[in-house]
């Protein structure tokens, strides 16, 4: 399996979304993880061997950069990723409602970045459930902050695919230009040092309980990520097809904070 996936239906917000292929298998999985873990290169690595589509929040409002007119609510959603702020619940949720098609996926779906706090994950249960589909996993990379720094500081992106690199762990073959594109690879605006810190506070504070949430509900996927990308994708393959063997567990799920 390793045909790239149509991704417009996601950045534009239309029932555009055709799988490109049809895996034998359709997932349905949320990877969690601290910024810079690798959840980015994994999505690319899992999606290339399982065939469902990558649906990023944070490519959704980085793609508002490339946009002649983004929507106010786009615009304003780039403001809060440049300070290292999380989105508003309420946007991001909206955002993904919109998107709903991208869900119902035959070919299965890789949600990356969200959900990213209680109140998404209690919103993204309720469209799951409206639209009869099930999570099948919920993978969460884990790695000591000393590494991540060091992950992020080298990470460079394509400025049209966002495809992602790193300048020593994985180089591009030409300096500086994309391997499947050849788009100019660029440093992300949230990758400077203090804005690094602003992500890692937001992620403790909000996204970390969301560990809990998920191995509550018998779905939660732990793997330590200080590995090559490669062998991690075998890890994490590994585990996933051992959860899927296994009879499915009925998920006692607490009511919904007030
Ligand atoms: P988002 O785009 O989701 O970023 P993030 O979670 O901060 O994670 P990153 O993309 O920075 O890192 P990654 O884990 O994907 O690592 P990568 O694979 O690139 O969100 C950005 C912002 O958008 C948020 O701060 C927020 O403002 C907003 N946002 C998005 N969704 C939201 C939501 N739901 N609610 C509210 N706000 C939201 O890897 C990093 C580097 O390490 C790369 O250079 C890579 O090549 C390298 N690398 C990867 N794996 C390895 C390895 N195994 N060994 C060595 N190097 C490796």
Redesign the pocket.
């Known amino acids: 399996m390793d045909a790239p996936h149509d991704r417009r239906g996601w950045f534009r917000g239309d029932s555009d979304c055709t799988p490109m292929s049809f895996p034998r298998r359709a997932y349905r999985l949320v990877l969690l ?11 690319q690595l899992l999606c290339r061997h399982l065939g469902m589509c990558h649906l ?4 959704l ?2 793609s508002a950069q490339c946009q002649a007119n983004p929507s106010p609510a786009l615009r304003a ?1 780039r403001e ?2 440049r300070r ?4 508003p ?1 309420d946007l ?1 949720i909206a955002m993904v409602r919109e998107r709903h098609a991208c869900l119902r996926c035959d070919g299965g779906f890789l949600l ?6 209680v109140p ?1 994950a209690e919103a993204c249960d309720e469209l799951l459930t409206e639209l009869g589909v099930t999570l099948d996993g919920v993978i969460s ?1 884990e790695l000591p902050v000393e590494q991540i720094v060091d ?2 500081s ?4 394509c400025s049209r695919c966002q495809a ?3 300048m020593s ?2 180089p591009p073959r030409v300096e500086m230009q994309c391997d499947r594109c050849s788009g100019e690879l660029c440093q ?1 605006e ?2 400077r040092p203090e804005v690094i810190r602003n ?1 890692m506070r ?2 403790a504070a909000s996204t970390e309980p969301l560990i809990a949430y998920y191995r509550e509900r018998g779905i939660l996927i732990s793997i330590t ?1 200080d ?3 490669e062998a ?1 994708l075998e890890q994490t393959l590994h585990l996933l097809h051992e959860q899927a063997a296994r009879p499915a567990r009925v998920a006692a799920v607490p009511k919904a904070r007030a």
Do not use: N, S, W
Request: glycine share 14%; net charge positive; proline share 7%.
């Open positions: 993880g601290p910024p810079g873990v690798g959840k980015g290169t994994q999505a990023a929040t944070g490519d409002f980085r959603a809060h990723m290292g702020e999380l989105v619940d991001v990356d970045g969200f959900p990213r706090t998404q990379y992950r992020l080298g990470r460079r992106v992602t690199y790193h762990v994985r992300r949230d990758d992500r937001a992620y990520a590995d090559t990308p991690i």
